[in-house]
């Protein structure tokens, strides 16, 4: 057997020394510089020539990354500043307005209501998931629930229990400017906690009249438990009224676990400003090759040729017939200078495939447009870019990040181009002068096409593009091609509508009358087709019937809604391939499996494209993405099934990132703190990647965020690492959870509530996943029957609605024996032929009927039956609310959970001769012991501890510790295990390993 290669998530670096001080602004509103000091407090004296320091005030000090505190000037003209050793950051001193709060922070304890709650706060809060924010508190009880206590100026929250909640709350009402932008921010330190400990912060505004509403607020979930003091801050703007006030308020949620806060402020916020990023050095910026001897190896080289051998479900990135692994490097698209985009940093870590953008016609001129008319090119300047990345990086072969969005010259003749909101306005486009393009104008289409053909036919015929091996197209809305606008509505314009009625010709075989049956309207002819108003898509229901007309008609849209996407993507690739005219690779931005509802649920169709090489997705930003928390890759073993690769996007934020000091703050954005995070968080996605075969790339959206030796330190063992999983691929070597998702019930989804509830099935529950100790292998729901899927024991169906008759059958055959476990959620089989009930009935064994008219809070009850597989803590990540399931157990049937507040069954398990079935009536209800307690009843030992992130398949084993300690790996059969940072061989013949996390 080839040995197992073991990814250990723990690079070590030499530390910086000394101090540096850049970038001053010095003006009378505020003092800003920049300063990197890694390895000591940072200590300075500042005495600014503008700004104004008087002695005995007090001025705020911001560090971006991230830091506040109240400084007093003990001298007229200086001001004394000490905050904890930073790799970089940007501070910003500013006057103090005064804290706010009555009492101060936590210095006077009777100026807060300190009470232990019987009832609940959101599991996701921030996101909007759920709506009962402070409102399902309960009562307030004498003890059960832990303690909390202010104690030498701390907020200290002790929770002993898994129910309940801790709440502090500022008694005295605090009187609030109407429209005045004020900052809330603390610093919390989490001491214990397990899997759903929640930290929250949020405002409370009383406006006149005595209504209440809850300010943005920051959801600290998952909480890190690692030890660490951290900076959270949320900034909001208040209504437009007066007679305002408010209350702070912080809470604990979850299970037992301890934390405290301190130096609690709130101020109109002050003056602040970003950090800036530096520039790559001087000396990394000079060409390895001279423009002579690099115009002579162009001249001389043959085009390169890309193949995707896609004969195994790992499929494999061809370059001249040479194996190149899937990890690359995406410059920074607003640099046009090679020089100054770290080509060279990277090229010289190993990595071979870089990115470098071809701007079509975005009028930025940071980014260099290359078409600016109809018919007029200036690809000179691509070419000249070209050469330089070559002298920058000779090895480097360069797929083009293409930027499809028009500029203003293309709107003054097609005006008619433009995205039509739902009130069928024009939507502004993110450039200026231009509209938001409608991604079925046939005027887009067309030019944007030939502009395509035309850049492939200079790539064919100038030597530079001999380096291009393709494309990755970019364009609309966050440049992913989302829905423009909101993100949610169908485009109104005349070009969806046109485009919208040759599709139902093809979707209905130009039988007209079979058109008027299922849209229910006798008159209605495939030239009469209307887009239905969007208030047709917002029904009281969550589920649109295919048998009811009023919903048939809102289902067919919403289809070719996700598939027009796909289709333009397939148009502009084969414009572009035909005039390269030699093998090329394309690629696009698509949503993951797991991913949002915003019109791009066409996956399984852009896998099969043959048009379309590849697929880019976006890791969520959040708390999630720091080191110690899940993760969220978004490969998917579902790609590589359809011959197609995946590249995550690591676009991960560092101190030489650009940060904003409004919008996500360090827990929003998921940066990092050092280099050894920065490597740790890298290395925990990468490996998610190559364990389903597929791969990533770092891009450098940020700015320069790994322009220092320790941060492509970790860049070079990462590409040495997807180097030797990419020539030694092991097929049979896959995940322990197979993971399906029902993107055709996308189709079906009401639009008032829908979009929460996708996310509740197929997004959030990704993240308890990660935590599980398992491997896990996702897959459309359409891949069920794909004869290339290994085979497993373990099947999780997050979604199921839509499951058809022949996946049905193939579960009975296939998966019902074996000792299988099948986990089956909420509305599986809902909307399929045979009625939602029979469907269960034959996939679960179960009863179960659903209730539309009662709707349920989607949370367990914290009193678990007798022999429960949820552990102590049955908290799940997908609360919000939802139709009632009625599940009628019988005598075989095991009750795993109540319904929250109820002893009524929301979790079943009943076992049939052969195969075990689970029902959860909540959407993502499992935790991690669920699935590691189901694992064990069929003999599956987990690979990795409890709260960890484990992958594993491709002979890769990767453990992310979320905690410290002894962790123990283990595998089927015995194998040698290597440690792929330096190549070490750590153990032979074995079958676990116990490496030690401190």
């Known amino acids: 057997m080839k040995p197992i290669l073991f990814l250990f998530t723990g690079v070590f670096f030499a530390a910086l020394a000394g101090a540096e001080i850049s970038i001053v602004r010095d003006t009378p509103e505020y003092y800003n510089f920049t300063v990197e000091s890694p390895d000591r407090p940072v200590r300075l004296t500042l005495t600014p020539k503008n ?10 000090v911001t560090s971006s990354y991230q830091y506040a505190e109240c400084v007093a000037a003990a001298k007229n003209g200086e001001l004394d500043i000490a905050f904890p050793p930073v790799l970089r950051t940007a501070v910003t001193v500013a006057p103090f307005s005064g804290n706010l709060l009555p009492g101060g922070s936590f210095e006077d304890a009777s100026a807060w209501l300190l009470e232990q709650k019987s009832g609940i706060m959101p599991v996701n809060g921030d996101r909007g998931t759920d709506g009962h924010y402070g409102r399902l508190l309960g009562k307030t009880v004498a003890s059960g629930i832990g303690e909390i206590k202010i104690a030498g100026r701390k907020l200290l929250m002790r929770k002993a229990s898994n129910r309940g909640v801790l709440l502090a709350a500022s008694r005295q009402k605090i009187a609030l400017q109407p429209d005045t932008e004020y900052l809330l921010s603390g610093f919390y330190t989490p001491h214990k906690g397990g899997f759903g400990t929640t930290l929250f912060l949020w405002m409370e505004i009383t406006v006149p009249g005595g209504r209440t509403r809850v300010e943005p607020v920051r959801n600290i979930n998952p909480v890190i438990i690692d030890g660490k003091r951290r900076y959270v801050r949320t900034i909001f ?9 408010g209350s702070v308020r912080l809470a604990m949620g979850g299970p037992s676990g301890a934390a405290e806060w301190e130096r609690l402020t709130l101020q109109v916020n002050p003056a602040a400003l970003p950090q800036i990023g530096p520039e790559i050095r001087p000396e990394r910026r000079k060409p390895l090759l001279s423009a002579q001897v690099s115009g002579a190896q162009l001249a001389a080289m ?5 193949k995707v051998d896609a004969r195994s479900r790992f499929p494999r990135l061809l370059l001249d017939g040479k194996t190149v692994p899937l990890f690359g490097f995406t410059a920074n698209p607003l640099e046009p200078d090679p020089a100054k985009a770290g080509f060279r940093d990277f090229g010289e870590a190993g990595i071979t495939l870089q990115w470098l953008t071809a701007n079509l016609c975005v009028p930025d001129r940071r980014m260099k447009p290359l078409w600016t008319g109809f018919g007029q090119y200036r690809f000179h300047i691509l070419a000249e870019q070209l050469r330089a990345l070559h002298r920058q990086a000779p090895d480097a072969r360069v797929l083009l990040y293409v930027l499809c969005d028009p500029g203003a010259w293309f709107f003054e003749k097609y005006p008619q181009a433009a995205w039509l909101d739902r009130n069928g306005s024009v939507i502004p486009g993110q450039w200026k002068g231009t509209l938001a393009v409608s991604y079925t104008s046939p005027d887009y289409l067309r ?12 790539l064919a015929n100038d030597p530079a593009g001999k380096i291009v091996a393709g494309i990755h197209l970019s364009g609309g809305q966050d440049g992913q091609f989302f829905p423009q606008g909101n993100r949610r509505n169908w485009d109104r314009s005349e070009n969806f509508r046109n485009a919208l009625r040759s599709y139902l010709r093809e979707r209905y075989g130009n039988d007209a009358d079979a058109l008027r049956k299922a849209w229910g309207d006798p008159e209605l002819t495939f030239d009469s087709i209307e ?7 917002e029904k009281p229901y969550l589920f649109l019937d295919p048998n009811r007309s009023a919903d048939r008609r809102v289902i067919d849209v919403n289809r070719f809604w996700n598939l027009s996407t796909v289709r333009m993507l397939e148009h502009f690739a084969r414009s572009f391939k035909a005039g ?12 993951d499996i797991h991913g949002n509802v915003m019109g791009k649920s066409a996956a399984a169709a852009c896998y099969r494209s043959p048009h379309l090489d590849g697929v880019v997705s976006c890791n969520p930003y959040g708390v999630s993405r720091r080191a110690g928390g899940s993760g969220g890759n978004g490969s998917s073993a579902s790609i590589g099934l359809h011959g197609k690769y995946h590249l995550q996007e690591q676009d991960y934020r560092t101190e030489y990132s650009y940060i904003r000091i409004k919008g996500l703050d360090k827990n929003g954005i998921g940066a990092t703190d050092g280099f050894q995070e920065y490597a740790a968080v890298q290395t925990r996605d990468l490996a998610a990647a190559l364990s389903v075969g597929q791969g990533a790339w770092m891009f450098a959206l940020s700015g320069n965020a790994w322009s220092h030796p320790a941060f492509m330190n970790s860049a070079a063992c990462l590409a040495a690492a997807a180097k030797e999983v990419a020539e030694t691929p092991q097929e049979g070597d896959h995940g322990q959870i197979a993971v399906f998702a029902d993107e055709r019930m996308d189709d079906c989804l009401s639009a008032r509530g829908g979009f929460i509830y996708r996310l509740q099935h197929t997004f959030f529950p990704k993240f308890t996943l990660n935590l599980t100790g398992m491997s896990y292998d996702s897959y459309l729901l359409s891949d069920l029957t794909n004869p290339r899927r290994p085979s497993y024991r373990f099947h999780l169906f997050l979604s199921a609605s839509s499951i058809t008759e022949k996946e049905i059958s193939y579960i009975e055959r296939n998966l019902q024996k074996n000792n299988n476990i099948l986990i089956f959620t909420t509305d599986a089989g809902r909307i399929a032929p045979g009625g939602f009930s029979a469907n269960l009935k034959r996939l679960t064994g179960l009863n179960i009927r659903v209730n539309e008219s009662k709707m349920m809070l989607h949370r367990y009850d914290p009193a678990l039956p007798p022999g429960s597989l949820f552990g102590n803590n049955p908290f799940i990540l997908s609360e919000g609310y939802g139709p009632f399931f009625d599940i009628s157990p019988d005598q075989d049937t095991k009750v795993l959970a109540y319904y929250y507040g109820t002893e009524i069954p929301a979790a079943v398990m009943k076992k049939h001769p052969g195969w075990t079935a689970v029902y959860l009536a909540l959407p993502g209800g499992f935790n991690p012991a669920l699935l590691r307690n189901l694992a064990r009843e069929a003999g599956i030992v987990p690979v990795g501890p409890e709260n960890d992130v484990v992958s594993s398949g491709n002979g890769i084993l990767s453990l992310h510790a979320t905690g410290e300690g002894m962790k123990t790996l283990r595998w089927t059969g015995r194998s040698d295990l290597k440690d792929l940072a330096d190549g070490r061989i750590v153990a032979e013949n074995t079958e676990a390993s116990s490496p030690e996390f401190v």
């Open 237 to 245: 703007r208040t209504p437009d009224q007066k007679g305002l006030s």
């Open 580 to 591: 390269i005219g030699r093998p090329a690779l394309v690629t696009a931005y698509y949503n």
């Open 51 to 60: 700004f104004p320091l008087e002695a005995g005030k007090n001025y705020w």
């Open 447 to 458: 030019e944007v096409g030939k502009a395509l053909y035309s850049l492939g036919h200079f």
């Open 302 to 306: 043959k085009p390169v040729i890309p």
């Open 531 to 537: 887009v239905p108003p969007e208030s047709e898509r």
